[in-house]
């Protein structure tokens, strides 16, 4: 079993920042990307950004120049920094995580999303 668990969320006025994290643990045995997606009221979900271990990034057009995902050396933890936010980016932030986890003696390929966290921009 993999857990992911998001953190970093909160209250915010328009043009600050705030940096959330996602975290996996359990039965991991490799983890291949880390995707960070959201979900505004009423909209549905999109991707934000992603980062895989070959170390390639994608944004959104929507926050490219104003977040970056990063990473320490291993895949694990990731970061989101979040500048110049907009009342727009208010939505709740998920973590995805895809890659192998251990089942006994087998490597099985895993989905994995955590429970998310809420952002919130004020005008």
């Known amino acids: 079993q993999v857990h992911v668990m998001e953190s970093g969320g909160g209250l915010v006025q328009a043009g600050g920042s705030l940096t959330l994290s996602c975290e996996a643990s359990?039965?991991?045995?490799?983890?291949?990307?880390i995707s960070w997606y959201r979900q505004a009221p009423g909209k549905q979900r999109e991707l934000v950004a992603g980062t895989n271990s070959g170390g390639s990034t994608n944004y959104a057009d929507s926050v490219k120049g104003r977040f970056s995902i990063s990473r320490l050396s291993a895949m694990n933890p990731v970061y989101l920094q979040m500048n110049s936010l907009k009342p727009e980016d208010t939505a709740v932030y998920y973590c995805?995580?895809?890659?192998?986890?251990?089942?006994?003696?087998?490597?099985?390929?895993?989905?994995?999303w955590g429970q998310g966290t809420e952002v919130t921009v004020s005008s």
């Open positions: 359990g039965s991991i045995f490799t983890i291949n990307g």
């Open positions: 995805n995580v895809k890659g192998y986890e251990l089942v006994g003696q087998l490597r099985k390929i895993f989905d994995y």
